[in-house]
């Protein structure tokens, strides 16, 4: 017996004068246009619209005859007083199911989830239909579900079937894994893969690489190496994206050497290397400031005929801009641009990070007019990138002016833009445009984060506000923000900077009993707050605590400690922190240098301050313009004009733009005639470029 006639075998008898099936047939033989139009009735068909039971006995009637049940459906669902229940829908997905029907199926099956008759699947679990044609359904239900990515349905049709013995197929098993994977829900995705194994599932290489990417967005890469090794050992041989997915993992994790041995590995077994086996690679030696590595793969690519993709200039550009090689970075674009390639809004919006960064707001902004003049459409990263050089120049009226420009094309400020302008006016120490900023920010409904919070709690640092700053936080508490570790070390940096180190002190022990355990970050600031005051003895007492307590200290942390003492003259103290950093796996960085350089010129060892000068360019670290003003000074100071100079010039060859201290530091020294021919050079040099 049929579900059709299971669901309504209580229900009214048909008219025994006439066959309701021979009647519709009649119809449309007479008319066949008749139950395609939906606005087409006959009051003989009223019954059948009210009557769910009766118009399953109906459908049932219509089994050999599938698209003809498929028309009297469609038409009937789209009637008025049609009542719709899961009987009805399984009706028509049983004969359509059983037919092979399975596209028209998947309409329907789209219809059941508009119509929330999620309890179609215990209708389907009843035994009411056949389990071949059952399993059809829950499969095409899973299939459905994970199209619109709605996970806990998918997992309860899955865990149904599991319980009910029918065996979902292998490709919705992916496809549920998938959507876990994008969604982060790593160890429901294990669950499920581990389920699969208990029942019999066979895993496909889909599933493996699905379940490989998932460890590995969770950072569990040691999981994913076990699980790389258990499908080899069930036979099913690793592909490319395999591979891909696992160096991506492993790169992110910083396990550079391991990820170069799976490239390895693909090469060996014959598989072919890609932009997207080299990518994640190159991104992470860059995020680590390994510039020889990162260029060395560039190279590989070429020789393992991998072309690069818009992707992997833009991971070049980015590393590059991060380490302030701007003139590098173009010649990427240009490369790329040389390769077929068109540069992306991410190329440009890097490349004005770069300048922004070195404070070449004029290269920034010619990039943009660029970026527009290509047809390319600026995003709210583009503008909040060149709203934050502005503000780092102080150039707070521009940086109204631009946020006015970007309403007007139709981008609408979000909370980092207003975040950005609140922190510029504190630095300019305007606390009334600050709290304008932040009350328009309020205003717009925008939903303040922590990081908005911390700004304005920095903001009345600077100013000496400490009750404000303490207020700002209770606020946080009471809009449902509890001091979290961020918030802590702001306040503590800023108690710091005040030379507040006795509040700093207490609010320390206060962040032990909230239950939030000191960083690296907040010994830090402490340690810098007392080498600042010359409380040397005291900084490094700090230090010790801080890596008894089992933290272990950033390049910030090292950096503070070489500058405090090479700036008080003790430059073996200075140097044997230089070298501890190095020996635990810390690489240092453009201000690490600039500490050394600038001790060593102040005890005017200046043969030593070029041979670190030299090393940090060896090393791919790009000198800025303090490394160049900081010589620049000091050879003044000397008399060493024309070295001076030279440095002047070779800092403007390289894209790095001096400022007011650079101008003062060269011209310091010159009388007043001196100072007018000096400014002629430097003009010329200027109009050279």
């Known amino acids: 017996m049929t579900l059709c006639l299971r669901a309504s075998k209580a229900s009214a008898t048909i008219n025994p004068t006439r066959s309701i099936k021979d009647v519709i047939s009649k119809s449309i033989r007479e008319k066949p246009s008749n139950f395609s139009n939906y606005y087409w009735l006959s009051h003989q068909f009223g019954p059948v619209i009210v009557d769910p039971d009766l118009f399953v006995r109906v459908l049932s009637s219509f089994r050999t005859s599938p698209r003809m049940a498929l028309r009297l459906f469609r038409w009937a669902e789209s009637q008025p007083g049609f009542r719709r229940s899961e009987f009805v829908f399984c009706a028509i997905l049983e004969i359509l199911a059983h037919n092979n029907l399975m596209r028209s199926a998947y309409w329907v099956m789209e219809r059941v989830i508009s119509a929330n008759m999620h309890r179609i699947v215990d209708v389907l679990i009843g035994g009411c239909v056949s389990s071949e044609v059952s399993v059809k359904i829950l499969d095409l239900l899973i299939w459905v579900y994970s199209k619109k990515s709605m996970v806990e349905q998918c ?16 490709k919705n098993c992916n496809r549920i894994l998938r959507i876990l994977r994008d969604k982060d829900l790593m160890s429901k995705a294990v669950e499920v893969y581990r389920t699969m194994g208990e029942f019999g599932i066979k895993p496909t290489i889909v599933t493996y690489n699905t379940l490989l990417d998932s460890y590995c967005k969770g950072g569990k890469v040691q999981q994913a190496l076990d699980l790389l090794s258990e499908m080899q050992r069930r036979g099913c041989a690793p592909n490319d994206v395999t591979y891909n997915v696992l160096i991506n993992g492993l790169s992110r994790k910083g396990e550079f050497e391991q990820a170069k041995g799976l490239i390895g590995e693909m090469l060996k077994t014959g598989l072919k290397v890609s ?3 080299y990518n994640p690679l190159i991104y992470g030696y860059f995020n680590k400031g390994m510039l020889a590595e990162a260029l060395s793969l560039q190279e590989e690519m070429v020789l393992k005929g991998a072309s690069p993709t818009v992707a992997t200039y833009n991971s070049f550009i980015y590393g590059l801009c991060k380490l302030g090689r701007m003139s590098d970075a173009m010649q990427q674009l240009s490369d790329m641009l040389a390769n077929n390639l068109l540069p992306d809004v991410v190329s ?14 004029m290269k920034a902004f010619l990039l943009f007019d660029e970026l527009r003049s290509i047809y390319l459409f600026p995003t709210i990263v583009t503008y909040n990138t060149l709203l934050d050089g502005l503000c780092r120049q102080g150039e707070l009226e521009v940086a109204q002016q631009l946020k006015v420009e970007m309403i007007n094309e139709g981008i609408a400020p979000d909370i980092v833009t207003y975040t950005i302008l609140v922190n510029g006016s504190c630095k300019m120490g305007s606390l009334l445009m600050a709290q304008e900023f932040f009350d328009e920010m309020l205003h717009e409904g925008l939903e303040l984060d922590s990081y908005a919070y911390a700004t304005r709690i920095v903001g009345e640092l600077k100013l000496g506000d400490t009750s404000k700053a303490f207020s700002l936080q209770e606020e946080m508490l009471a809009k449902g923000f509890p001091p979290d570790l961020i918030i ?28 939030v355990i000191p960083d690296y970050v907040t010994y830090t600031s402490i340690i810098h707050a007392h080498l600042e005051n010359g409380r040397l003895r005291k900084g ?7 890596l008894s307590k089992g933290l272990t200290p950033s390049v910030v942390t090292y950096t503070v400690l070489i500058h405090g003492h090479a700036g008080k003259g003790r430059l073996e103290r200075a140097f044997i922190y230089f070298s501890e950093m190095q020996e635990k796996g810390i690489l240092p960085n453009v201000i690490t240098y600039n500490s050394l350089i600038n001790g060593l010129c102040k005890v005017r060892r200046m043969d030593q301050a070029y041979n670190f000068f030299a090393e940090m360019e060896e090393k791919g670290i790009f000198p800025n313009k303090y490394s160049y003003t900081i010589l620049i000074n000091e050879n003044c100071n000397m008399g060493n004009w024309q070295e001076a100079l030279s440095l002047y010039k070779q800092m403007l060859d390289r894209g790095v733009q001096p400022d007011s201290c650079t101008h003062s530091a060269l011209l310091k020294q010159l009388g007043k005639d001196c100072k007018l021919q000096a400014v002629r050079q430097l003009e010329s040099l200027l109009d050279s470029e």
């Open 348 to 361: 440009y919006n890097t490349l004005i990070y770069g300048y922004c960064r070195l404070g070449n707001l």
């Open 275 to 277: 932009a997207y086996t």
């Open 488 to 515: 802590y070390n702001v306040v503590v940096d800023g108690l710091c900077k005040l030379g507040n180190m006795e509040e700093a002190s207490e609010l320390l022990q206060k962040m032990v009993s909230d239950g």
């Open 540 to 546: 490094r007492e700090i230090f010790y605590e801080m």
């Open 155 to 170: 997992l309860s049709v899955f865990d149904k079937m599991i319980k009910s013995g029918l065996s979902p197929d292998v």
